[in-house]
């Protein structure tokens, strides 16, 4: 069997909480900010958990994060 291995992407991206909830920044805050309003901006601001729908593929690319 080969080794499993996390994908490299997801470790950057993703931290997974105490609670077994799954970290993730908000998308869309990175460049052409010009033409979005403050109060779309402010709403990106801070970090979110990964929707419980999404999280069997959390599973998959984190397979030792125990989820």
């Known amino acids: ?3 499993m291995k996390t994908k490299s992407g ?3 991206r993703f931290r997974v909480r105490p609670g ?3 970290k993730r920044g908000q998308a869309f ?3 052409i900010l010009t033409k979005k ?3 779309n901006k402010r ?3 801070g970090a ?3 929707h419980e729908t999404n999280m ?3 599973a998959q690319m984190l397979p030792f994060a125990g989820l």
Do not use: C, Y
Request: hydrophobic content about 35%; cysteine-free.
């Open 43 to 45: 709403q990106l601001r």
């Open 48 to 50: 979110v958990a990964v």
């Open 1 to 3: 069997m080969p080794k």
């Open 56 to 58: 069997g593929h959390m």
């Open 20 to 22: 077994g909830t799954v």
């Open 37 to 39: 309003s403050t109060k």
């Open 10 to 12: 997801a470790k950057k």
């Open 29 to 31: 805050k990175r460049h």
